[in-house]
């Protein structure tokens, strides 16, 4: 954006754009090759340089905005982000008396578990959003969504008429910083450049003028030091008188939203030239221009068929993964026979040592980057130096009193070190300190897998698979159980927290099993309700993972996809 910036500047200056503008165009074409998702009709938040060079497909509000505002995408492509927030960015309805039903606004992102900054309830962000609706030519989206925003920060919190940064509807913040005048600017720009539509630039000698009145309104009015401007629309007949008090006059970009297919326009009294733009198919626009003036009398007088917006592709919600057989498997059928999977052999670390001070320094970014701390745990703002002390005594107890065997409520046991420090986890890991897989040796055939694994994840790494567990056949197909943040890979040192709002996740919840006390949890959604989710000592998470029984089992391979995460299997039984 900078870089367009700089390429008008020049050629206004006489200069040479061409270095900017082909710097920009790189910019704009590495996104669509880098990013594009055409199965969700959306840029990606971003791509892995290291490791497996992963899209990370869920992309943040600020993804979505900063895109719309820097006019990097087509028509088309704007109109199809704002889809994809309405579709895939958690929506929190805002409610009370007289405030107008079906209102609502936006978490920042869908990401889990919950850190400052990347899932709260933003006003400017909303505001941004919203800002991005209309750039979109989606006036009555965006109306309803600043709408919402003002409501909630102006008019429903605890400091009224203030535009501060996140409001009562953030699970975590709420109000507590309101102090801060994020919203200003953006507040300023949504409504000077969105609802009503004036976006002056006096370098280029211009004043474009797009209107974002709702359909339903008939008449507004704005007094600013800049410029006044009054609309009206009496039945067929569209008025618009714009008095510039800018520093010189500008010529008139004018486009309008198309009422019908046909239209006479004039301005100043002079019939105009105005045109359907043809590459706004989603949000119909009409368009012409008009020399310098101080003044503008716009009159547009529609006629012939309404006009109507051609449908852009529909792409459905991400589907919730179908994770029923792999977290909440049935007890083992009767007759069955649990035989443990010798790990030893694999065993490559103690699970209390995930987090050791230094230990993640390779392979990291040789550019400007926010990764995460040395210690695999933290972030940016205030927690460089976190860390979770975990601690095993309690499951290592549990398995001494029973054999070297840790016994669920469903009848699964798994083979687990006792006290000690002997290796009690197979970690692998995008990290170098780790291989990346694991393989150990199977053999015969069994109705499934069950597993014991502990390891980290992180908010950067959600909506995506961290890492999976494969069972390979002796034909060589394979049975894959994806280790999903946030539906089959939870984190070993809290429990995600589950709201059914920002933070969504519809899926059934596994067995947790507590690493400090040996307790196995039976959970449901409900439990995750609250805000408090460190576990004291960390905890493992209870899997399964489906086989054919009438297939021979060759191998187990453990594996990490993503980078900054540590994926552990600490024990395997076979249900043959």
């Keep these: 954006w900078h ?6 500047l020049a050629r206004l200056l006489g200069a040479d754009p061409s270095p900017y503008e082909k710097e920009a165009a790189l910019i704009a074409r590495g996104m669509r090759e880098l990013l594009w998702q055409t199965d969700r009709g959306a840029f990606a938040e971003f791509k892995d340089l290291l490791g497996l060079q992963l ?15 820097a006019g990097l995408v087509t028509p088309s492509e704007a109109w199809s982000l704002t889809r994809y927030v309405e579709r895939e960015i958690p929506r929190l309805a805002v409610r009370g008396p007289g405030v107008p039903e079906g209102l609502s606004m936006y978490a920042s992102s869908n990401w889990m578990p919950y850190t400052w900054s990347t899932n709260n309830v933003v006003m400017g962000e909303c505001l941004h959003t919203a800002l991005g609706f209309w750039q979109a030519g989606r006036a009555d989206s965006a109306y309803d969504l600043a709408r919402a925003s003002l409501l909630a920060s102006l008019y429903m919190g605890i400091c009224p008429g203030n535009i501060g940064s996140m409001n009562y509807l953030d699970a975590y913040r709420g109000e507590s910083q309101r102090d801060f005048a994020d ?18 630039d006096l370098l280029a000698g211009e004043l474009a003028f797009t209107p974002g009145f709702p359909s339903s309104w008939d008449r507004a009015s704005l007094r600013h030091p800049g410029f006044a401007l009054d609309f009206n629309r009496t039945g067929p007949v569209d008025t618009y008188r714009i008095d510039s008090r800018l520093a010189r006059p500008v010529a008139l970009r004018l486009a309008l939203p198309r009422r019908f297919a046909e239209a006479s326009v004039t301005i100043n009294g002079t019939p105009v030239i105005a045109k359907p733009d043809t590459d706004w198919r989603e949000a119909p626009r009409l368009v012409a221009t008009y020399p310098a003036a101080t003044r503008f009398e716009i009159s ?16 459905a919600p991400t589907p919730p993964s179908d994770i029923a057989a792999f977290v909440a498997p049935p007890a083992p059928a009767a ?77 699964v046991s798994f083979a687990t070190p006792g006290p000690g420090d002997s290796p009690n986890v197979a970690f692998v890991s995008q990290w170098d ?8 040796p199977l ?6 897998v069950h597993l014991l694994m502990a390891g980290s994840t992180n908010w950067m790494q959600s909506r995506l698979d961290n890492g999976e567990v494969l069972a390979t056949y002796a034909d060589s197909s394979t049975a894959r159980l994806p280790l999903h943040n946030p539906t089959t890979w939870w984190p070993i040192d809290q429990d995600y927290f589950i709201d059914g709002h920002a933070f969504h996740r519809p ?13 196995v949890r039976i959970t449901t959604p409900a439990d995750f309700a609250s805000k408090r989710t460190i576990i004291p000592g960390g905890a493992a998470t209870v899997l399964a993972l489906p086989l054919d029984p009438a297939k021979e089992l060759r191998s187990l391979t453990v594996r990490a996809l993503a980078n900054e995460v540590v994926i552990g299997l600490m024990a395997a039984t076979l249900e043959r």
């Excluded at 899209?55 to 505002?69: E, M, Q």
């Excluded at 053999?443 to 499934?448: L, M, P, T, V």
């Excluded at 596994?510 to 307790?519: Q, S, W």
């Design 335 to 411: 007759g069955a026979r649990l035989e443990p999977v010798d790990l030893a052999p694999l065993f490559n670390d103690r699970v209390t040592a995930i987090f050791a001070p230094g230990k993640y320094r390779s392979p990291r970014s040789p550019h400007v980057s926010l990764a995460i701390p040395a210690q695999g745990i933290g972030a940016w703002a205030g927690h460089v130096n976190a860390t979770a002390a975990i601690d095993d005594a309690g499951l290592r107890a549990s398995a001494a009193k029973n054999g070297g065997l840790l016994a669920l409520p469903s009848g």
């Design 300 to 315: 547009v007088r529609w006629s012939g068929a309404p006009v109507s917006p051609t449908p852009a592709p529909a792409f």
């Design 507 to 519: 899926e059934p919840t596994p067995l947790r099993v507590d690493l400090k006390t040996g307790l």
């Design 433 to 440: 300190n780790y291989p990346r897989e694991l393989r150990a």
């Design 55 to 69: 899209v990370h497909p869920a992309a943040g509000l600020w993804s979505v905005y900063h895109t719309l505002d």
């Design 183 to 200: 919203g200003s600017g953006v507040f300023s720009r949504m409504l000077i450049e969105g609802l009503f539509g004036l976006s002056p």
């Design 3 to 8: 870089n367009l910036m700089a390429a008008r």
């Design 443 to 448: 053999s015969g055939r069994a109705r499934r």
